[in-house]
């Protein structure tokens, strides 16, 4: 089988240490080496060996492991129960979940705890057949897990923001905080008693975090 051509950036990775700095510091047991890293593609995304179900994005041809837990699924739904009843009142697009896979640039898939797409990335509102589509959301929520890491957190945002994305969420349950980024480096922090403003992407939209921490449920020991 024909490997792809190596390009400038991959001939700087000659470590395992420079292949986890490339992606931002993750725990190695995240990376997946079936295929080898380096070559991996968006349909392999997809794939589910031995009916797995965990879910990988495709970071520059390499395959790593989005990390979750109950929890963090379970916030990502109540908001997203939020988001759908507002963009569908006010007709502004549609919202994804957290096994969304999303094209951003080649060879990178990203897939967003929760986000939203506006109507204006659907001629006459249909839905592209793709199971990967070359879509960006014009907002994107990530949830905070354990296995994250900051530098990992901030090479997602840069992608984002690159891809055309105008606002992320970067949400953390253990403070129950979130920073909005309007730019890569350019954020404020929401706390627990402050609101989640949909500012020019969702306008009129807030959300008070206690209240959705409250719906979502408090964990035992908090």
């Known amino acids: 089988m024909a490997l792809p051509a190596v390009t400038e950036a991959d001939t700087a990775i000659e470590t395992l240490a420079d292949l986890l700095e490339r992606l931002g510091g993750v725990p190695p047991e995240r990376i997946r080496f079936q ?5 991996a593609v968006e349909d392999d995304v997809l794939l589910r060996p031995g009916g797995e179900k965990r879910l990988f994005e495709l970071i520059d041809g390499v395959l790593v492991e989005k990390p979750r837990g109950y929890y963090e699924s379970r916030l990502a739904m109540v908001l997203g129960w939020y ?38 990335h659907f001629p006459n509102r249909e839905l592209p057949p793709e199971q990967v589509p070359d879509l960006y959301p014009d907002l994107a929520v990530e949830i905070l897990s354990p296995g994250n890491t900051a530098a990992e957190m901030a090479r997602k945002r840069r992608e984002y923001f690159a891809a055309g ?20 480096e350019e ?8 609101v989640l403003d949909g500012g020019e992407v969702l306008p009129g939209f807030q959300l008070p975090l206690r209240e959705w921490f409250q719906r979502a449920g408090r964990k035992r020991g908090d």
């Open 35 to 39: 295929p080898f890293p380096g070559t």
């Open 83 to 120: 988001l759908e009843e507002y963009v569908t009142t006010h007709g502004l697009g549609i919202i994804l979940g957290p096994d969304a896979t999303l094209k951003l640039a080649r060879r990178l898939v990203r897939l967003p705890d929760v986000c939203f797409v506006s109507w204006r």
């Open 187 to 194: 954020s404020v922090l929401i706390p627990e008693d402050g």
């Open 165 to 184: 994305t105008l606002l992320v969420w970067i949400v953390d349950p253990a403070t129950r905080t979130a920073r909005v980024y309007t730019a890569p």
